[in-house]
């Protein structure tokens, strides 16, 4: 029932900064526990970041005070602000949501996906 579409990557120098949008579908977005996962070519899936329906959030240690997640209830759009990036954060990002009372790092918990959209970092 919910649909998930990804936007925003792209190709950027070290240091850099991009932003992540994750437009999604449904009456019911202010409900959405949502998240931001990676994943790069032979390697797992790996938590970013999360948010919960009441705006608290989450970060993986890897992007913590790099990385900012929010969302805006009014637009259905949640958001992934990038800054300062790293070569090793070259990957295809998606965003996930479900309606969970909070946010979770599983990604197994949540049953909704985005196609993903690839960022490149260059050294």
């Known amino acids: 029932q919910v649909q998930l579409v990804e936007s925003g990557g792209g190709l950027v120098q070290a240091g850099g900064s991009l932003r992540l949008s994750c437009a999604a579908s449904g009456r019911t977005f202010s409900t959405l526990a949502m998240g931001w996962f990676r994943q790069a070519p032979g390697k797992e899936r790996e938590f970013v970041a999360a948010i919960s329906r009441f705006g608290v959030t989450y970060h993986a240690d890897s992007v913590k005070g790099r990385f900012t997640i929010s969302r805006d209830n009014i637009k259905t759009t949640m958001y992934l602000q990038m800054d300062n990036l790293k070569p090793e954060d070259t990957a295809v990002y998606y965003c996930?949501?479900?309606?969970?009372?909070?946010?979770?790092?599983?990604?197994?918990?949540?049953?909704?996906w985005g196609q993903g959209t690839q960022v490149t970092v260059s050294s």
């Open positions: 996930a949501a479900d309606y969970l009372r909070g946010a979770t790092t599983r990604a197994f918990a949540y049953d909704y």
